[in-house]
């Protein structure tokens, strides 16, 4: 039998991160290649209808009121999942720890500023909180897959739904509070007189960012297979 494409994506997620040494560039483009076809409909969402119910099993991808998880896998080393936007909701300015992540817009249109920070030399110091934008714009589906990694990319970033959408995350390694990777929160204060720079400072996760959870309803993901 075909695999799914969730499948194939899990299938890919496991042999490209669980492998002990750190994914190739080709990985990466090999990757993102497969999340690239990857439709709503492929995570059991109905990206369209505007009225529950929507066509059994499925969620209504119009009909969701505030920020909703669809959590599809975690294990160590990877997770899986998708994050549903009502239309004019933000979700605030925040990191991804040592990580590397592939994010697909499945359907709609995100506002998305994203920064990385600027370092001395290739030292991992940090200049007081500096750091230099790198993504500053609108993005409609379908597009490419975007790729985060943990210093370049835009690691550190903030999406604000101008219409519904969705957007299917694969993040390498997961957030972990044990294992020392956070999410943690900022304020941008952009600088006058250096377009394009903005100091960055730590807040506490803000009180009105609330997220949902919903239940995974595509296709079944079977975590024992084998090689992609
Ligand atoms: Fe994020």
């Not at 505030?66 to 997770?79: A, G, R």
């Not at 998708?82 to 605030?92: E, Q, S």
């Not at 929160?185 to 609330?210: R, T």
Request: glycine share 8%; proline share 8%; with cysteine.
């Amino acid at each position: 039998m075909e695999r799914t494409k969730i499948q194939v994506l899990y299938d890919a997620s496991n042999a490209v991160f669980s492998q002990k040494e750190l994914p190739s560039f080709k990985q990466i483009q090999w990757l993102k290649s497969i999340l690239d076809v990857l439709e709503a409909v492929d995570v059991g969402i109905d990206e369209f209808s505007l009225h529950r119910p929507s066509i059994k099993g499925r969620i209504c991808g119009q009909a969701v009121s505030e920020i909703t998880y669809i959590h599809i896998h975690e294990c160590d080393s990877f997770s899986i999942g998708v994050f549903c936007f009502p239309a004019g909701v933000t979700f605030p300015l925040h990191d991804h720890p040592g990580m590397t992540v592939l994010s697909k817009i499945l359907y709609g249109s995100l506002y998305i500023k994203a920064y990385d920070w600027v370092k001395v030399d290739k030292s991992s110091c940090r200049i007081n909180g500096l750091a230099g934008a790198v993504v500053d714009g609108m993005f409609n589906a379908p597009c490419e897959p975007s790729i985060l990694f943990p210093r370049s990319g835009g690691n550190i970033h903030s999406l604000t739904a101008l219409t519904p959408c969705a957007i299917l995350d694969v993040l390498s390694p997961p957030y972990s509070e044990e294992m020392g990777r956070p999410s943690t929160y900022f304020s941008d204060f952009p600088i006058p007189s250096l377009p394009g720079y903005a100091i960055l400072e730590e807040k506490d996760m803000p009180q009105d960012l609330v997220v949902a959870g919903a239940p995974y309803l595509g296709p079944p993901v079977d975590e024992a297979t084998m090689l992609a």
